[in-house]
């Protein structure tokens, strides 16, 4: 149940805060080039188990992408269902999902030089959802969804920011909020740095990334959570 803000500007120009909640069990590495001859200057989050990525970004081509899951409707064993963690490597290459999928539900972010959008599949379709002008934010459901406890209480917090591309220190600008946001307990459903365990699932927190996509290219930088699911300055 990860979270995504995202501030865009204009098409090929976004600012982005990703956390990411895993079962702190499932091994991972932190930002790297860690598929030099699939994906050659292409670096991300890399999962262990499975090889692919929850964040990958391409500077060279200005393409950054990350997952997140969301629930589905497909009776499909996990034994049987292709891995999610190929969706963002592919993408930052310029190759994005297309049709019926043997995989369980997911959103995929996707900031490109023509716009950012998500593409969420539910098991039955495939939809795109544009991301216009302005501050975001999708979890596991759709973007902006109100129904989601997060993004109905941070939201609203995160665009009193104000834009970020205007910003002197966006990043310490939403960092600093996260933070403020850290105050609630990690098992409230309003909190984003999370303990997902109360709500059926063994996915902690682990760790955030701040990104921006502009005209120059792509940065992105990662922060290890120091205890899953915990926020220390």
């Known amino acids: 149940m990860c979270t995504v803000v995202i501030d865009v500007a204009d098409a090929g120009d976004a600012r982005l805060l990703a956390v990411r909640d895993e079962d702190p069990l499932r091994e991972w590495d932190e930002l790297g080039s860690w598929w030099p001859e699939r994906h050659p200057g292409v670096i991300g989050i890399r999962d262990r188990r499975a090889g692919g990525a929850w964040m990958a970004v391409n500077a060279a081509e200005r393409r950054l992408a990350v997952l997140l899951n969301r629930a589905d409707v497909l009776d499909l064993a996990d034994d049987q269902a292709l891995s999610r963690g190929s969706l963002a490597l592919e993408s930052v290459e310029g190759r994005s999902p297309d049709g019926r999928l043997p995989m369980h ?96 699932y063994p996915t902690q927190s682990l760790l955030y990334c701040t990104a921006s996509v502009t005209a120059d290219g792509a940065e992105v930088l990662g922060h290890a959570l120091p205890s899953p699911g915990h926020w220390s300055d």
């Open 105 to 200: 539900g997911f959103n995929l972010l996707e900031v490109r030089p023509e716009g950012a959008r998500v593409l969420s599949w539910d098991g039955r379709d495939l939809r795109e959802t544009p991301i216009a002008p302005g501050t975001h934010m999708i979890a596991h459901d759709d973007l902006d969804d109100p129904g989601t406890p997060r993004i109905a209480a941070w939201l609203p917090e995160f665009r009193a920011l104000g834009r970020a591309a205007e910003s002197a220190d966006w990043p310490g600008d939403w960092i600093a909020l996260l933070a403020e946001s850290a105050r609630l307990s990690p098992e409230d459903d309003r909190a984003i740095i999370r303990d997902n365990r109360p709500h059926g």
